[in-house]
């Protein structure tokens, strides 16, 4: 039985983690649960799994979410930052599943590593900001750092094939998000509710963005860059709209070894929780043929520059990448809030890695304080268009 404390729990992914507890329940229990704001939500899955331990986001709620709780149950309420670390660091969970968005992850992955907690990590904004120091924690407490992100996770898979001296490139997959065909003028004028509709993934809102800028698919060669100890160079991305073929690994003798399947992220989620075991979920089963055609094609960097951008980030180093994940948060959100348009994105970005202070990414004062610098910069830049 694997005791699981999961941040996160009413967002997309967390409510995929707990389908996946409560479809195994002689394997997992969850001793922790984390949201954000979702009382009801929160209250409905505290019941059905009894966690010890709940926290909310926004200390404000700790009311509302007792008040949804019957006198009889008593597990221990804690709220904000602090709250979810508290959460991650449960002397009872044997694994923690960080499901949260944005860089709010941070800290309480922190506090799980510390706690000799293995991780499954589906914010990946976390190695984002802080992936020298968080694999360095990693290494320190000999913990397992698991990936949840579909295609980290099929390259962990890929990597099984051989070994890590013999790894030429790391090919990301990319669905080229719902604006994959538009045209510059198109992009310029597109709205909120056009970017959240994703071809293949159901997602939440603010990753739906990302994978619309292709800032997500830049998060996510960071991601891999700390992951798998591979330079920016090794990291290719390919367009595939269909989303079959989740990753791939490249080996020295030309060999290509992927991990394919349907874009379910139960998939991801269940193999994280039992690896190396693998768990029949009962989902249907990847048709070749009822696929058709797989598709390849080069990423677009004229019309969707955020990726680039995440590749100098990287090749920057230092504090960068954190500046240009926190610069990103805040424009997404100007976006979703329809203060700025689509293309705007990436122009905020922009401004804000140029106009950031480089910083030691060894020190996690250095992360925190490039975060809040580049949300200020990113925040007037965005008053000043
Ligand atoms: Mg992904």
Redesign the pocket.
């Known amino acids: 039985m694997k005791a699981l404390a999961l941040l996160g729990s009413t967002g997309s992914i967390g409510k995929n983690v707990l389908a996946v507890a409560r479809q195994f329940p002689d394997r997992f229990r969850v001793v922790g649960l984390s949201a954000g704001s979702n009382v009801e939500l929160l209250a409905a899955q505290v019941m059905e799994f009894k966690p010890e331990c709940v926290a909310i986001g926004n200390p404000d709620l700790v009311p509302l979410l007792a008040e949804r709780l019957p006198s009889s149950y008593r597990a221990r309420i804690v709220a904000g930052v602090e709250g979810n670390c508290q959460v991650a660091s449960l002397p009872a969970a044997d694994m923690v599943i960080t499901a949260v968005v944005g860089s709010v992850g941070l800290l309480p992955a922190l506090a799980a590593i510390r706690a000799g907690k293995d991780i499954g990590l589906a914010n990946k904004e976390t190695l984002v900001m802080a992936g020298r120091l968080i694999m360095e924690a990693v290494r320190e407490h000999q913990v397992r750092l698991l990936p949840i992100?579909?295609?980290h996770s099929a390259i962990f898979q890929a990597l099984e094939a051989g070994r890590r001296e013999d790894v030429a490139r790391i090919i990301l997959t990319a669905s080229g998000g719902p604006f994959r065909t538009w045209t510059p003028e198109a992009l310029a004028a597109a709205v909120p509710d056009e970017a959240l509709a994703h071809p293949n993934w159901t997602m939440g809102r603010k990753i739906s963005i990302d994978s619309a800028t292709l800032m997500?698919k830049g998060l996510?060669v960071i991601e891999a860059r700390w992951l798998f100890d591979v330079s920016p160079e090794q990291i290719e991305v390919v367009v595939h709209p269909q989303s079959i073929v989740h990753s791939l690994v490249e080996y020295r003798d030309g060999s290509v070894v992927a991990q394919l399947g349907i874009p379910d992220m139960r998939i991801p989620i269940a193999y994280a929780l039992s690896y190396p075991q693998r768990l029949d979920l009962g989902l249907s089963r990847l048709s070749l043929a009822g696929c058709g055609e797989l598709a390849f094609e080069q990423p677009d960097h004229d019309r969707f520059p955020a990726l680039g951008m995440a590749y100098a980030a990287l090749n920057m180093g230092g504090v960068k990448p954190a500046a240009l994940n926190a610069a990103n948060e805040v424009a997404v959100q100007a976006f979703l809030d329809r203060r700025i348009g689509f293309t705007r994105i990436a122009a905020v970005v922009a401004t804000a890695m140029r106009e950031t202070a480089q910083g030691n990414e060894r020190e996690l004062e250095a992360i925190l304080g490039a975060d809040r610098e580049a949300r200020l910069v990113a925040e007037q830049a965005i008053r000043a268009a």
């Open positions: 992100d579909s295609e997500n996510e």
